[in-house]
């Protein structure tokens, strides 16, 4: 998972909402553009064009707009900033295997979920060359549900996983590379602006944590 950093709503969603009146109660169903578009356009921005769950690079035209907590069971955060980000994945098509958003679906266990907001979200994960995701502690239920719910070790992001760690992490640079270096390396990328961070840089940061036995 990647780390989500809320900001603060966009006003056209804000003074939408506060049309609110006797007779009309804004709802997620009855959200439209320009309000809607900014919304999206938001969540893109705070994230950095990156999609909550698994990381991967997104627009408006590859993504939509997620309920972390669904609108079927809680419909009263159905308009709350703090529960809506940007997952990958605009429309589901026959056979291509879901993953993020649209995998969960109406999922949400409160004993058993991580929320992208969640300060220690990005080390309750470890990665292999391979790129299959794991739980750093195997016991970490949560993390292990998470990883089945959002379908993050599916062929198509091991690969893409698999491709960003082996580019850095050659058998060279692991055996040769000082935990000075390691640590450098974490340090730059953990405090890049988002706006200038790149498609799975979290990863590369995790993995450097895991040589430094983090």
């Avoid at 056209?12 to 609110?20: E, H, L």
Wanted: hydrophobic residues 30%; contains cysteine.
């Amino acid at each position: 998972m990647k780390r989500v950093i809320k900001g603060t709503e966009p006003a056209s969603f804000t003074t939408w909402k506060s049309t609110a009146n006797n007779d009309w109660s804004p709802t997620y169903s009855n959200l439209q553009n320009p309000q809607k578009r900014d919304l999206h356009t938001n969540l893109l921005q705070e994230q950095g064009y990156f999609c909550c769950y698994c990381g991967r690079e997104i627009d408006a035209s590859s993504s939509h707009i997620e309920h972390f907590k669904p609108q079927e069971h809680y419909g009263e955060l159905a308009l709350e900033y703090q529960n809506l980000h940007a997952s990958c994945l605009r429309e589901t098509k026959p056979g291509n295997p879901l993953h993020c958003g649209h995998r969960k679906g109406n999922w949400f266990d409160e004993a058993q979920h991580i929320s992208p907001m969640d300060e220690q979200c990005e080390l309750r994960f470890r990665y292999l060359r391979t790129g299959e995701i794991q739980p750093t502690v195997s016991t970490d239920l949560p993390a292990t549900k998470m990883i089945e719910v959002l379908a993050l070790d599916i062929a198509y992001l091991n690969n893409r996983r698999q491709n960003t760690i082996r580019l850095l992490f050659d058998e060279e640079f692991i055996t040769q590379a000082s935990e000075e270096e390691l640590t450098r390396l974490v340090a730059a990328i953990r405090s890049t602006d988002i706006r200038d961070q790149k498609p799975f840089d979290h990863i590369i940061a995790r993995y450097a944590e895991q040589l430094l036995g983090r």
